[in-house]
């Protein structure tokens, strides 16, 4: 697929420029016809610089207007016009306004989102489209909002938990290498003498060796730290690298529940809007799954999706998946048999958005006492190696020992 510049004219006679993705120049043509414009010229796009996300923040916020804006019966347009007026941030107004163009120029929702799907979350076309179609696109921006809100409190959780740790663990590390780099040669002929003697127990000279050679032992643990980040980097670049990283995230305990949770309930909810949307089940699991940023969910579905379209039912479909729980497929099917499809999904989704805050209040009561208990002990044990032959020499000079 390439990119091509148009210059064409709207059924209204505006002058529209922009960019399409098509193979040739010939379909690029084609599909503009379709979009009902007058083409006046179609070149080959330069290469752009890659194109970069538009801030979580800044999205909340705009997705948040938009549900307002949506709520109170504003027109798409012309409540994007009066969004751009009130932005400060000059890429995002020029985002809004090109997609104002192109909905006034007869450019599908969906489409319009798409041509920018560098800037904003998968299936973000989609679920704007299945809101119109179904009159709940408030609803549908604020239930995204919610999960994006949630992913951002797991975050801060984590952030707040580690970062007093942190501080005192670093200023620790520096004390301590201060001390076995300053210090400890200094008196090296005396704790020779000691050990020499028997004075010094098995932590002290434990710590003294690790005074010795505390500068590799800080470039093997920077070393790690960066294999390991490369590692994880790595992982993500193949569907198969995200399936591991994923069940390593599983294993983790208290997260990997809150994690697993997290998914489901953003996959409940995204079906829900494309069932609203009038989207067949294989492909509304196909949509949801990739929605929920999961891989093994997306394989899961895949799986589930393809026993469908042979012929099964989802309870039959579904039974050999790990990831998606039979409760859920249990639910998928009673609420079509009952016509409540919709309705199941959106309470599956509730309830495993519950599940979730649950699992980030419990991440919060244990991860800042783990931190202070293992900050605690590595400076417990630092006083304890250093002060440990000192006590002891004192010990043998009071009783005569020496």
Not at 170 to 189: E, G, K, R
Request: aromatic share 8%; with cysteine.
């Amino acid at each position: 697929m390439a990119t091509f510049e148009y210059n064409a004219l709207t059924q209204a006679g505006r002058a529209m420029k922009g960019t399409i993705e098509a193979g040739s120049p010939e379909e690029a043509h084609q599909l503009l016809e379709q979009m009902e414009l007058t083409i006046n010229s179609i070149d080959k796009a330069r290469p752009e610089k890659p194109k970069r996300p538009i801030g979580r923040s800044e999205f909340m916020l705009f997705n948040q207007q938009l549900a307002s804006i949506t709520k109170a019966g504003i027109p798409l347009e012309r409540g994007l016009r009066e969004l751009s007026k009130d932005i400060a941030s000059r890429k995002m107004n020029r985002l809004i306004n090109e997609i104002a163009d192109d909905l006034e120029a007869g450019v599908s929702i969906e489409q319009a989102f798409e041509k920018r799907q560098k800037h904003f979350p998968p299936l973000y076309g989609k679920i704007l489209k299945a809101g119109v179609e179904t009159g709940r696109l408030s609803e549908m921006l604020s239930s995204l909002n919610r999960h994006i809100e949630v992913t951002n409190r797991t975050k801060r959780i984590v952030f707040e938990a580690l970062a007093y740790p942190t501080v005192i663990f670093t200023l620790t590390i520096l004390i301590i290498s201060v001390v076995c780099i300053v210090i400890v040669p200094q008196i090296q002929y005396v704790m020779t003498d000691l050990i020499s003697e028997g004075h010094v127990g098995l932590i002290s000279k434990a710590f003294f060796f690790f005074a010795e050679h505390i500068l590799m032992f800080w470039l093997a643990v920077i070393f790690l730290i960066i294999a390991i980040t490369l590692f994880l980097i790595g992982l993500s670049s193949s569907k198969a690298g995200r399936k591991i990283r994923e069940k390593i995230f599983m294993k983790i305990p208290v997260f990997g529940r809150l994690y697993h949770s997290a998914i489901l309930s953003k996959m409940a909810e995204a079906m829900a809007m494309m069932v609203a949307a009038g989207t067949e089940m294989p492909a509304c699991l196909r949509l949801s799954a990739q929605a929920s940023g999961s891989q093994m969910l997306a394989d899961e579905s895949e799986s589930v999706a393809q026993n469908i379209e042979k012929g099964n039912n989802i309870l039959e479909a579904g039974q050999f998946c790990n990831v998606i729980p039979r409760l859920f497929f249990y639910s998928v099917q009673l609420g079509a048999q009952r016509n409540e499809l919709q309705d199941n999904l959106y309470s599956l989704g509730q309830m495993y958005n519950d599940q979730t805050l649950c699992g980030q209040a419990r991440l919060q009561a244990l991860l800042l006492p783990a931190m202070l208990i293992l900050v605690g002990g590595f400076i417990g044990f630092s006083v304890i190696s250093i002060y440990m032959p000192v006590i002891q020499v004192l010990t043998s000079l009071s009783t005569g020992g020496f």
